[in-house]
């Protein structure tokens, strides 16, 4: 397994484009988890999937944040007409739901897509 | 709210010094607490975890934290940094709520000068 799998890394856009993000999780993980982190700040919790259903998204996911884990697999984050303030590391994570809290813990985090709107 | 600080931006130690980073976290229950670090453009590496038990934990790299429920703190320390261990280091608390969401701290970013 190659673990959590991150394109692009780096994605420049001008403001108000539309970008879309990829995150591929370790395969056996069932549960796959969206994080931003901008300059000088720890990852933020956006949202998060159980197979293929959003179960929780943050207050920071607005409505030009969308997120889709079709057929529980791959997961894609679109951000619609991208503001400066979009600018941030994205990060993926992914787990599986075991018997204990420990494993439900078990994150393992890709490399993040950097974005930089301009 | 859950929330996680950790009070230094910035650290630098000489290669062969030993380590602390101070984390403190404000939690109604027991949290689960980790550290993780970080180097420049990748991902987060866990370096270790407490859930229960023993409060002193090993973890990877060298690296051990003390769970210190009095003072909510759970410092991460190294007793001899090597130039490799230059990253930034975050803490995380786990709420005990469905979805095993983190809350991180701010980070901290160690600086190794030989």
């Known amino acids: 397994d190659t673990g959590v799998s991150q394109n692009p890394r780096h994605k420049i856009t001008k403001r108000g484009q539309n970008v879309t993000f990829r995150c591929d999780p370790i395969s056996e993980h069932n549960r796959l988890y969206w994080y931003r982190q901008t300059l000088g700040q720890g990852p933020e919790f956006l949202t998060y999937f159980q197979n293929e259903a959003q179960l929780e998204k943050s207050r920071l996911l607005s409505d030009r944040f969308s997120a889709e884990r079709p057929k529980g697999s791959f997961s894609t984050l679109e951000i619609q007409r991208t503001e400066q303030g979009d600018s941030a590391m994205y990060l993926c994570?992914?787990?599986?739901?075991?018997?204990?809290?420990?494993?439900?813990?078990?994150?393992?985090f890709g490399s993040g897509t950097r974005l930089t709107v301009v | 709210a859950q929330s996680v600080t950790q009070p230094d931006i910035h650290i630098t130690v000489s290669e062969g010094a030993s380590l602390e980073l101070r984390c403190n976290y404000s939690y109604g229950a027991t949290p689960y607490l980790f550290w993780y670090v970080q180097s420049p453009g990748q991902g987060l590496q866990l370096l270790l975890k407490y859930f229960s038990g023993d409060t002193l934990v090993q973890g990877i790299k060298g690296f051990e934290a003390e769970f210190k429920r009095s003072q909510s703190s759970f410092n991460l320390r190294k007793p001899s940094v090597h130039w490799s261990d230059a990253a930034e280091y975050f803490c995380?608390?786990?709420?005990?709520?469905?979805?095993?969401?983190?809350?991180f701290g701010a980070g901290t970013i160690l600086r190794v000068k030989s």
């Open positions: 995380a608390v786990g709420p005990l709520e469905y979805g095993n969401k983190l809350v």
């Open positions: 994570a992914s787990s599986s739901v075991g018997t204990g809290s420990e494993a439900n813990y078990g994150y393992t």
